[in-house]
């Protein structure tokens, strides 16, 4: 029998909220027929069959071969509030990590998070959308019949699920349009593009009696908006296409539609239908004379019919190889016989243009280039060169006129997409530089050629053996080391420069370096901007690129970027990082140029930032963290050094400027350059910093957020003995802030992040050992399981030092350390973070587990429950027996026969009942008062913070007194702002909260029948 594995916790928790669950069976002649516990027989498209999640896990697990699956009910007629579809990539595989050739790419998927799944045989894909609509000529394309390869869009349909995700991070459900990646996959799986069909009402239009002239049709699109609906764009471009089915017709249609709505995929529909459709494919110019009408346009009053024509005389051909001489000769003809078209004149100096030198236009932008053949590149003042050329040239025949007739015809020629520039068509990575062309894979030299489409090239010349150039190296590693800690940055450094060196942007990455003023990181980015030409470079600064609108425009055919310090006071936290993502990613993003037409481009340019304050960033995803390469520059560059500190150094004024202008160290940068490219494409992409993803992220968050770097510098994780009070903490933290010259945070804000800074299972307490005299309470509020470093005591007054001198003992607390346990069995025992169903035994039970006893409540159903809490992390526990009834909170204890169970929200958690043995192997430190049978009342560590006493206005240690609703409640507050304003789920609030996962659900739903909280979209929002 096969069995089926599955990861249900992976899964998306929105579709696992929706009840639209079946079963599969992979031992099945049909494996992916839906079924409900071997009921094959049911309808899997009636929602009456279908089941929720946690009933279809339950389900499966009873026999191996059965799976779980979903139903997509986008466009089910029985589901109105059907909303999600998904993309089945059948065979797209050829391992894990190994997509085929024909598979589209990912990237935007990827790029915003979207959750993607392996099938169940490992060799396709799955990624659920929501809220999208197949393109109206999609249909499902396979590459044979059997369909075991290719890609449907299931909108109506079930769906296997594995929890195989194939990102790190999981991911939600993807609201990312498919329309892209599906012409491209129809291309790829069919040979061609797909045919885009116009509407049945723009086949019934006619109004086509009029005959038109371009001047007439351009009138006519002009007063239609271009960024109309796709089906009415769709129809005007058949119309047109029934008016001129050639070049003119197509030019006219494009120029029309570059408005804000243009974009690559734009184009490949205009070329799909002048390339395979029928004069019109049965709409006519009709279609187009309505839309306008209807937009105010009055059609001419000349009718074919009543046209006069007269017999035009014979229009001269300009002669192959014409100069300019003959050009003009056309010209005159055409002036002194107004019949004679002018187009073979226009024709000639096209051509004339053509013989002096090389032309592009980039259809994104409908910018003309022309060649360089010294540098090698295009430059993008293509039209101020022909305009210039033909006055020059025509003489008293030279209009604007026939200056913008000349442009058109050289555009419509020279049209090639902005993913051709660079040499990106071409075999390897190829640099356009002083001398000639580089290739990284070979290090060998290629002639300048117009082919590569370069418009972006260095002025420097790549030492050979053949030109016997000099290169210095070791002036340039100087210098870098000089102001870099060690020699992985520099590489790196380094690394970041050869990427925006190759063509495209193969790799995810983006430099911030960081550290104190004068530490060198302004000569870096004029070192750096000199190399490749301050043409060649922009300097977007970081917030920039997440919040201005018209930043992305600095971009495009540039080999770098250089933002430096955010505008303002400098530090911040970014929170809209698509753009960021998008352009540090190589994916398509639009370029927003004041008083320019917008495109779509993907970036080139390497991203390099500096911050004396680097930014936080507002969420934290490895689509970030994958992409971050934090570059700490510690040193201080100063005039007179103090020889006793050995972060500041000797200034040398220039330093870059003196490279810059050494023509040996500018071929040495280059040659750099050029290895550390051959190595980034040896390894793909792979830079020279050590650390992995998650290890950069935390270099970087130690220095964006004082807090961190506060928390990392004065404290340490420690047993549940020790304790540090909130106000001290903060005295402590603003006395660091003043020392690291940075501005503290209020108090209220450090309370609330500080504990989530922390490499420990921090747990809000209250003391009694450390509240003093002049307190109102006699047990104050502060953080357990936290101690102070020794470094801490430079910040702290004497007698805050005097409080805290156990915090500063070596030796080890005796009581913690000399436990007896010679008495608890022969069985490991397990902390509650290793807790899993592969621990029980065969009745369901766990032989052991070892935790200290916080969070005890009465449940809903009125039993004893609470928390057993380990170093880094717990699990929750339900007593239904006396002898776990008057555990002691704060005590450690050994529990032996427990029940694992679920909770409501899927979460493991303990059943303790009268088989169940419990044992108290430590107490916690206590005072000299007593509780009820003699137990020592404990100093209130494992307490939630709460200011509430008991009827007599005594304070209680008991965690059954704490008054959770305001806990909660400041705990939905949270977690809403956490989800932009958005109603947060029980599992969302249960993540900021300080109570156990029983007790906000009771207290939710409290709040709720109050009507102080508000059900919505699966989640709660306060009133």
């Not at 929706?18 to 099945?28: E, F, G, K, P, V």
Request: aromatic share 8%; with cysteine; proline share 6%.
């Amino acid at each position: 029998m096969t069995t089926v594995s599955f990861e249900p916790e992976v899964i998306p928790e929105e579709l696992k909220e929706r009840d639209q669950w079946l079963l599969w069976d992979a031992s099945n002649d049909t494996p992916r027929q839906p079924h409900w516990r071997g009921n094959f027989r049911i309808s899997w498209s009636d929602p009456n069959d279908w089941h929720p999640f946690e009933e279809a896990v339950e389900a499966a697990e009873e026999v191996d071969s059965w799976g779980i699956g979903y139903v997509m009910a986008k466009d089910n007629d029985s589901h109105p509030t059907g909303l999600y579809g998904c993309l089945d990539l059948d065979g797209c595989l050829t391992g894990p990590e190994s997509p085929k050739d024909w598979l589209p790419s990912l990237a935007d998927f990827i790029d915003e998070d979207a959750y993607i799944e392996r099938s169940p045989s490992g060799d396709g894909l799955h990624i659920p959308l929501v809220g999208q609509e197949a393109p109206e000529w999609w249909s499902d394309c396979h590459f044979s019949d059997d369909e075991h390869e290719g890609v449907e869009f299931l909108t109506n349909k079930f769906c296997t699920f594995t929890g195989d995700a194939l990102n790190a991070g999981h991911g939600g459900v993807g609201a990312v349009d498919p329309t892209d990646f599906l012409f491209h996959a129809h291309t790829e799986i069919e040979g061609e593009n797909p045919r885009v069909e116009p509407s049945e009402t723009a086949r019934r239009r006619g109004d086509s009696d009029l005959e038109l002239e371009r001047e007439d049709i351009e009138d006519a699109l002009s007063h239609i908006g271009s960024s109309c609906a796709y089906p009415k764009w769709r129809d005007i471009a058949f119309a047109v296409h029934d008016w001129d089915s050639g070049t003119t017709g197509k030019n006219v249609f494009e120029s029309w539609s570059r408005g804000p709505g243009w974009d690559e995929q734009s184009q490949r529909y205009i070329d799909a239908i002048w390339n395979g459709a029928e004069q019109g494919n049965g709409v006519t110019v009709g279609t187009l004379i309505h839309h306008a009408k209807e937009a105010g346009w009055t059609p001419p009053s000349r009718s074919s019919k009543g046209h006069a024509v007269r017999e035009a005389p014979d229009t001269p051909e300009p002669a192959e190889g014409a100069g300019w001489e003959d050009v003009r000769q056309l010209y005159a003809l055409a002036q002194e016989d107004s019949d004679i078209d002018k187009g073979p004149a226009r024709q000639a100096a096209e051509g004339v243009l053509e013989d002096e030198t090389s032309w592009m236009c980039v259809n994104e932008s409908d910018q003309l280039w022309v060649y360089d053949s010294e540098s090698g590149t295009y430059g993008k003042y293509g039209e101020q060169v022909i305009g210039t050329t033909l006055k020059k040239e025509l003489g008293p025949h030279y209009t604007k006129a026939e200056r913008s007739e000349v442009i058109a015809r050289i555009k419509d020629g020279n049209r090639v997409f902005r993913r051709e520039l660079n040499a990106r068509q071409h075999d390897g990575a190829l640099l356009c530089v002083g001398n000639g062309v580089v290739n990284f894979d070979t290090g060998k030299m290629l002639d300048h050629d117009p082919e590569y489409r370069f418009v972006r090239g260095l002025d420097t010349d790549f030492p050979t053996p053949e030109n016997g150039l000099e290169a210095d190296k070791e002036r340039v590693l100087e210098f870098m080391d000089d102001i870099t800690q060690r020699e992985a940055d520099r590489d790196t450094l380094l690394d970041h420069l050869a990427h925006g060196l190759m063509p495209g942007h193969p790799y995810r990455a983006f430099v911030v370096t960081f550290g104190p003023g004068g530490n060198g990181k302004t000569q870096l980015a004029q070192l750096f901007t000199g190399f490749v030409g301050e043409d060649n470079a922009a300097s977007v600064e970081i917030d920039e690129l997440v919040n201005d609108d018209f930043a992305t425009g600095d971009l495009p055919g540039k080999f770098l970027n250089w933002g430096d310090d955010m505008s303002g006071d400098g530090g911040g936290t970014l929170q809209e990082l698509s753009t960021l993502k998008k352009a540090s990613g190589g994916s398509n993003i639009r370029a927003n140029e004041k008083y320019e037409k917008t495109f779509n481009f993907q970036n080139e340019a390497a991203l390099f930032f500096s911050a004396n304050e680097p930014p936080r960033f507002g969420e934290v995803k490895p689509s970030i963290k994958d992409r971050l390469y934090p570059i700490e520059m510690p040193y201080r560059f100063v005039s007179d050094p103090d020889p006793d500190d050995p972060m500041e150094k000797e200034k040398v004024p220039k330093v870059a400027q003196r490279l810059l202008e050494d023509a040996a160290a500018m071929r040495g940068l280059l040659e750099l350059a050029v290895e550390h490219g051959q190595r980034l494409r040896e390894n793909r992409g792979e830079y020279s910093m050590p650390e992995e993803p998650d290890e950069r992220f935390d270099i970087y968050n130690q220095e964006a957020d004082p807090i961190v770097r506060f928390a990392g510098t004065v404290v340490e994780p420690a047993d549940g003995s020790m304790k540090i009070r909130k106000d001290d903490a903060y005295r402590v933290y603003q006395s660091v802030m003043d020392a690291w010259q940075e501005r503290a945070a209020s108090e209220r804000g450090f309370k609330r992040q500080f504990p989530g800074t922390v490499d420990s299972d921090v747990e809000t307490a209250r003391s009694r050992a450390l509240a003093t005299d002049d307190d109102e309470d006699d047990r104050v509020r502060c953080w357990k399981r936290i101690r102070w470093t020794e470094e801490a005591t430079q910040y702290m007054p004497d007698w805050m030092q005097d409080r805290y001198t156990d915090h500063f003992d070596d030796a080890v607390d005796a009581d913690s350390a000399n436990v007896d346990n010679s008495d608890r069995g022969d069985e490991l025992p397990l902390s509650p973070t290793e807790v899993s169903t592969e621990n029980m035994a065969d009745n369901g039970r766990l032989p052991a587990i070892e935790a200290t006893v916080t969070g005890k409540h009465m449940d809903r159903f009125n039993n004893r429950a609470g928390h057993l809490s380990g170093d880094n992390g717990g699990i929750d526990y339900t007593a239904v027996s006396t002898g776990a009834d008057t555990l002691p909170s704060g005590a450690t204890v050994r529990v032996v026969n427990a029940k694992l169970t679920k909770s409501e929200l899927g979460a493991l958690e303990l059943e303790i009942d009268p088989t169940t043995e419990v044992a108290v192997i430590d107490t916690p430190d206590t005072d000299t008062d007593s509780v009820g049978d003699g137990e020592a009342a404990t100093d209130g560590g494992e307490a939630v913070e709460t200011d509430e006493t008991d009827d007599d206005g005594q304070d209680t240690d008991s965690d059954a007194h704490v008054q959770p609703k305001p806990i909660v409640m400041n705990a939905l507050y949270e977690a809403v702002e956490n989800n932009d304003n958005q109603p947060a789920e029980a599992a969302e609030v249960l993540a900021v909260c300080e109570l156990p996962e029983a007790v906000v659900l009771e207290t939710l739903e409290e709040l709720k029948t109050e009507g102080a909280v508000q059900p919505m979209n699966g989640g709660y929002i306060p009133t």
